[in-house]
């Protein structure tokens, strides 16, 4: 795998940002790979969580190690802690990553498959949410996955407005009693795009039995199964911690329809 940190200027966003990417290669590892088969590839959208950043997936799981012999490009963007949104104070960041973002990977890397049916969403806590958020609300990503995602309809969550102050909340949604049925309610989005006609998005959602967003997690599955969704869900012991989200992550790429190809283990 090759490792590349990509430093871009958003015109959405005014500003020079920055993402991770992790593309195959020819290598030792895979002798038989060539150019010409490392063409079209599959690739997935990876989202931190909030107080995370572009670093997180890469510093702590496995996911380069786990991917060494899988032809699948994977990019990490930065998000801040935007929530994926366009916030009320007027930094449209959910344009920039669901719009802008794939333009800009599509115009520097020519080989990453422009196909909706390779093109994947995953995410964890706050990322969870984006994942969701960007496969109800385009036709961009054929797959989207929660691990412990923030799957609320209100922001009345218990707990949840607790994480931070009123003022950053609302500097994010706008006004909080409005959120549900927004643009930003990812139930809403996901009625919305069930009543288009287009194909679905399947979805997978992992959440710990020992998490605050596990009751959230409860509600969402059938919730959205009801919508029409082919919904592929698990549970486990487990806390929001990163020791499940990189333990899970390879359920992820085993669920996703790629040649995924785990590395040899003893049993």
């Known amino acids: ?11 959405v966003l005014g500003m020079n940002r920055v ?5 195959p290669e020819e290598s030792d590892h895979n002798p038989n790979w060539t150019n010409d088969s490392l063409k079209d590839l599959p690739v ?6 909030m107080s995370g950043n572009h670093f997180d997936w ?26 994926y949104t366009n916030t009320d104070y007027g930094m449209n960041y959910f344009d920039a990553i669901s719009q802008e973002l794939p333009r800009k990977v599509a115009s520097l890397f020519p080989q990453i498959s ?12 706050m990322g969870g949410y984006g994942a969701f958020k960007l496969a109800f609300s385009s036709s961009y990503f054929s797959y989207a996955a929660s691990l412990s995602g923030t799957l609320i309809s209100s922001l009345n969550y218990p707990g949840f407005l607790d994480m931070e102050k009123q003022a950053y909340w609302k500097g994010i949604f706008g006004d ?18 069930s009543n288009t006609g287009i194909e679905l998005p399947k979805l997978y959602a992992w959440v710990g039995q020992q998490d605050f967003f596990y ?53």
């Open 58 to 83: 890469q510093r702590k799981s496995d996911i380069e190690r786990l991917l060494r012999q899988t032809k699948l490009a994977v990019i990490m963007p930065a998000a801040d802690l935007a929530w």
């Open 114 to 125: 422009a196909k909706r049916k390779k093109h994947f969403v995953a995410g964890m806590s």
């Open 176 to 193: 909080l009693d409005k959120f549900s049925g927004s643009k930003n309610d990812i139930f809403e989005l996901a009625k919305r795009q």
């Open 44 to 49: 997935l959208y990876l989202l931190h969580g």
């Open 19 to 23: 993402m991770n990417v992790l593309l």
């Open 1 to 11: 795998m090759a490792f590349l940190e990509v430093n871009y200027y958003s015109r």
């Open 215 to 267: 009751g959230a997690n409860e509600k969402a599955i059938p919730r959205l199964r009801k919508m029409g969704y082919d919904v592929s869900y698990e549970t486990n012991p487990g806390d929001h911690e990163w020791y499940y989200w990189s333990k899970y992550i390879e359920n992820i790429l085993q669920w996703l329809p790629i040649n995924y190809q785990a590395e040899k283990r003893l049993s």
